[in-house]
């Protein structure tokens, strides 16, 4: 499958916009299809960009998770960094007085909670305050765009909004920023001047294995297309005591504690039989994260079938066994970020859902039929079909 992304189709855009002074949102991970960074590629094209502006970890991608990223220089291009992780999370007024449009080429791996998503939205809402035309190279959804394999929570916006999951989506969303930004624009911003510059040659069933033969890591955990593939569900394991493999070679690609009793867990999981996943015992001692340098009892998982794995009913099950298997050891854990230095109700704002640690108190019985219904994305499906662009 020969795939173009918006950028790439940009290209060919530089005369329409040489008189126009233009900033970029972006960082490393943001390529051409052939693997140069936009922001070098669009230079070198003729645009006239006068700054970058950078998400978490930084415009390199390498920050640590939740550390605030300073300003400063890009060696590739010369160019000013603005953070918008750092003591702001929206471009200034200011930010955007030398600026006609900003472009905006951000990765994503199709999950909730993780942030580029929510950096468009406050790029989003400072275009439409300041009168700036928004210029967003797409590109396609990693975990494929195939509606089917949507799954819920929907964030309870009420209650758990944050800059891991501002407005109403389901958790793993099955769309491009393309088609999300349409959606916001029409819902939330109207005046907003969106210009979205579509993907060539992707269909909705397509994973990034189908279209990407090497896997660009988007920040520093996020580093294969299995990682991404199981960090909706994985990636919960952040408001827990279990390690969710940072430090590691293989980050959101296994779970583990010193205390885990990890050859009963695997038997268990592997037991409820579900699709397109299994799980197996392995040691191993993380060098960042929880439990440094400390030998951890774990179990990875292996996809065996990308276009049938739910990796959030998964994560949700896992810790569902060991909450109950494990109950002295098992706990709950904040998770301090720049943006949430408490770290506190981590679980509610990943899962978009209010007192979320009371549903591991139901019986399995009942914690299996609730999530059902949690998990369920029709109404998402039917909201959201009006934008989608592919």
């Known amino acids: 499958m020969t795939v173009?992304?918006?950028?790439?189709?940009?290209?060919?855009?530089?005369?329409?916009?040489?008189?126009?002074r233009l900033a970029l949102v972006t960082n490393q991970a943001a390529t051409t299809s052939t693997y140069i960074p936009t922001r070098q590629?669009?230079?070198?094209?003729?645009?006239?960009?006068?700054?970058?502006?950078?998400?978490?970890?930084?415009?390199?991608a390498i920050g640590e998770d939740g550390r605030l990223m300073p300003n400063g220089i890009d060696t590739l291009t010369g160019l000013?960094?603005?953070?918008?992780?750092?003591?702001?999370?929206?471009?200034t007024a200011e930010d955007l007085a030398d600026v006609d449009a900003v472009i905006v080429d951000l990765p994503d791996i199709g999950c909730r909670f993780y942030t580029?998503?929510?950096?468009?939205?406050?790029?989003?809402?400072?275009?439409?305050?300041?009168?700036?035309?928004?210029?967003?190279?797409?590109?396609?959804?990693?975990?494929?765009?195939?509606?089917?394999?949507a799954e819920g929570p929907i964030l309870d916006e009420t209650?758990?909004?944050?800059?891991?999951?501002?407005?109403?989506?389901?958790?793993?969303?099955?769309?491009t920023f393309g088609e999300l930004a349409s959606y916001w624009k029409q819902q939330r911003l109207p005046s907003l001047n969106l210009i979205v510059v579509k993907t060539e040659g992707w269909h909705r069933e397509a994973f990034s294995r189908d279209w990407q033969s090497s896997f660009v890591p988007t920040s520093p955990a996020m580093v294969n297309a299995e990682a991404a593939?199981?960090?909706?569900g994985l990636g919960l394991l952040?408001?827990?005591?279990?390690?969710?493999?940072?430090?590691?070679?293989?980050?959101?690609?296994?779970?583990?504690?010193?205390?885990?009793?990890?050859?009963?867990?695997?038997q268990q999981f592997n037991e409820l039989k579900l699709t397109g996943m299994v799980g197996r015992a392995i040691t191993f001692t993380p060098q960042s994260g929880k439990y440094v340098s400390q030998l951890c009892q774990g179990i990875m998982f292996h996809v065996?079938?990308?276009?049938?794995?739910?990796?959030?009913?998964?994560?949700?099950?896992?810790?569902?066994?060991?909450?109950?298997?494990?109950?002295?050891?098992?706990?709950?854990?904040?998770?301090?970020?720049?943006?949430?230095?408490?770290?506190?109700?981590?679980?509610?704002?990943?899962?978009?859902?209010?007192?979320?640690?009371?549903?591991?108190?139901?019986?399995?019985?009942?914690?299996?039929?609730?999530?059902?219904?949690?998990?369920?994305?029709?109404?998402?499906?039917?909201?959201?079909?009006?934008?989608?662009?592919y």
């Open 159 to 175: 209650t758990c909004s944050s800059f891991i999951g501002r407005w109403q989506l389901a958790l793993r969303h099955s769309c």
């Open 229 to 232: 593939l199981l960090y909706p």
């Open 304 to 389: 065996t079938e990308p276009t049938h794995v739910k990796p959030v009913l998964s994560g949700l099950l896992l810790i569902k066994l060991v909450y109950d298997h494990q109950p002295d050891q098992f706990d709950w854990a904040p998770y301090p970020t720049h943006v949430n230095p408490t770290g506190k109700h981590h679980l509610d704002k990943l899962s978009g859902i209010p007192d979320s640690e009371s549903l591991f108190e139901l019986p399995i019985a009942s914690f299996k039929k609730t999530l059902h219904k949690l998990l369920a994305c029709e109404a998402w499906i039917e909201e959201i079909k009006p934008y989608l662009l």
């Open 116 to 149: 580029y998503l929510w950096t468009l939205t406050y790029v989003m809402q400072a275009c439409t305050l300041h009168q700036k035309p928004l210029i967003l190279l797409d590109r396609p959804n990693p975990l494929s765009g195939n509606m089917e394999l």
């Open 80 to 91: 000013p960094i603005i953070s918008l992780y750092g003591d702001k999370l929206q471009p």
């Open 4 to 20: 173009r992304f918006g950028v790439d189709i940009f290209l060919k855009q530089a005369a329409r916009y040489s008189s126009q």
């Open 238 to 266: 952040e408001a827990t005591n279990l390690s969710e493999g940072r430090g590691t070679a293989t980050p959101f690609q296994l779970a583990g504690a010193p205390w885990l009793d990890a050859n009963q867990l695997v």
């Open 41 to 60: 590629a669009l230079c070198s094209a003729g645009f006239n960009l006068v700054k970058l502006f950078s998400p978490e970890h930084g415009l390199e």
